[in-house]
């Protein structure tokens, strides 16, 4: 078999024109002596027709060569070729085609294309893969990979295992000094998986799978995080998908993927007034539903920079219910009983976070308040008294609520669990609110 040539993470993986690839017929049931798949002249002869489809593709942008890789087993190979042959009634163009692999030629494609499983689909646009997805799919997964791919607006999405590859290629480039491509590397895998975690398909791939994809992508964004951002190169790289994530945000106008790909990088960069300006401007014009909605989809990671900017009614629009304050919160106390285990002396890394999260939790009770969520409002109160009991939490939420103007009658009862030296200005501070603090009279 020919060798593959080794791809960095700043390259698009695809087939090379110098080597042979596989051409496809349907899948021959094993009785049948009608073929010789082992047959040099035979693959050759199919890899090349593979080839010549793909390469037709860079003329033609309107053009897509699909290769469907079919697994060993004759029922199985049998089942998937007829249900894309079901399928290609959606096709509406005459210049696609699709090209069923198995044996020795499935196995070159997958190679070729770094996938490691059959079955697998690729769609080939511009000469290069530009579409791909391992595992058996159902109808309904295979109208949406074609849906993909036949949106030209959708970015290049990769099957698990070619993001794998690309992601140790990136770090291997980290780990060397090429800034440059490791940014590009990490910024096309960001983009990538946000299309699939996000994107408009993302309905049709299992939890465990988009669990996986969302840990890859955190982790793809802690790599880019630790590169030289202050590298023009750097910046440039991550500008430059900035710029692609907001221009489909303003694109795709029934949708609000794009903002969460957008707003993470420029966390990364420290560019956090361009996303407060372009929350505070995007809530006074005609996009404000759009705009709301984004942070109810992707504004968890901006809670505490709303925070500590006082944009207190978009805070609440990044809680959807207080079922998400629940899963944060217990999300912490997950993390701060690991901090415990692995160092029982590190009390000082604990109270930090538990405090940290409970302010949080205070800020999310205010912003809902404030814009008149009043149930959610306490009930995300009882879950921050849970979380860090009565006397923390207490403090916290009557702190919240005079800071943002929010303070109501109801918290004047909270003054009972705080400590009368401690907490002596805070309770001072209501006193000089209430005229009469309510009693249970």
């Not at 699709?98 to 294309?113: I, M, N, P, T, W």
């Not at 994530?245 to 609000?256: L, M, V």
């Not at 907490?423 to 009279?441: E, G, K, R, W, Y």
Request: glycine share 4%; hydrophobic share 40%.
């Amino acid at each position: 078999m020919p060798s593959v040539p080794v791809l960095t993470a700043a390259l698009l993986l695809g087939l090379s024109t110098t080597t042979t690839a596989t051409a496809i017929q349907a899948p021959h049931s094993p009785a049948s002596n009608s073929t010789a798949p082992n047959s040099l002249q035979q693959i050759s002869t199919q890899i090349m027709a593979i080839d010549d489809a793909v390469e037709a593709t860079k003329d033609d942008p309107s053009a897509i060569a699909f290769v469907v890789v079919l697994p060993e087993f004759y029922d199985d190979a049998r089942d998937i070729r007829d249900q894309w042959t079901a399928a290609r009634k959606n096709f509406n163009q005459s210049n696609q085609q699709v090209f069923f692999v198995r044996g020795q030629d499935a196995q070159f494609v997958l190679e070729a294309s770094y996938i490691n499983q059959a079955p697998a689909a690729i769609a080939y646009r511009n000469g290069r893969p530009h579409h791909a997805r391992t595992g058996t799919m159902t109808e309904k997964n295979i109208q949406a990979f074609l849906a993909l791919a036949f949106d030209n607006s959708a970015p290049t999405t990769h099957a698990p295992d070619q993001t794998e590859y690309l992601y140790d290629s990136m770090n291997k480039l980290a780990l060397a000094n090429q800034q440059a491509p490791a940014a590009k590397g990490a910024c096309q895998i960001m983009l990538n998986l946000h299309a699939l975690i996000k994107g408009p398909y993302a309905a049709t791939y299992s939890k465990s799978d988009l669990d996986e994809m969302t840990a890859l992508y955190n982790q793809t964004k802690l790599t880019l995080a630790s590169l030289d951002i202050k590298d023009q190169s750097v910046l440039d790289q991550i500008n430059s998908t900035r710029a692609i994530a907001i221009k489909t945000w303003n694109k795709r106008t029934n949708s609000t993927f794009g903002f969460g790909i957008w707003s993470d990088l420029a966390l990364v960069t420290g560019d956090t007034d361009s996303i407060l300006t372009w929350i505070d401007q995007g809530l006074e014009n005609a996009n404000s539903k759009r705009v709301a909605q984004s942070l109810a989809d992707y504004g968890q990671p901006l809670a505490q920079l709303l925070i500590n900017n006082h944009r207190y009614q978009a805070l609440a629009m990044t809680i959807t219910s207080p079922d998400q304050i629940s899963d944060q919160l217990a999300a912490v106390s997950k993390l701060a009983d690991e901090i415990t285990q692995i160092d029982p002396n590190s009390s000082v890394s604990y109270n930090n976070l538990i405090d940290s999260a409970t302010d949080q939790a205070a800020a999310y009770h205010a912003a809902l308040l404030m814009v008149g969520r009043n149930t959610e409002a306490w009930q995300v109160a009882q879950l921050t008294q849970n979380f860090a009991g009565p006397q923390a939490a207490s403090a916290a939420i009557c702190a919240a609520a005079i800071n943002t103007g929010t303070l109501t009658d109801r918290h004047a009862f909270l003054v009972r669990n705080l400590d009368q030296q401690i907490h002596a200005s805070l309770i001072q501070a209501m006193n000089t609110t209430f005229a009469v603090v309510p009693t249970d009279d």
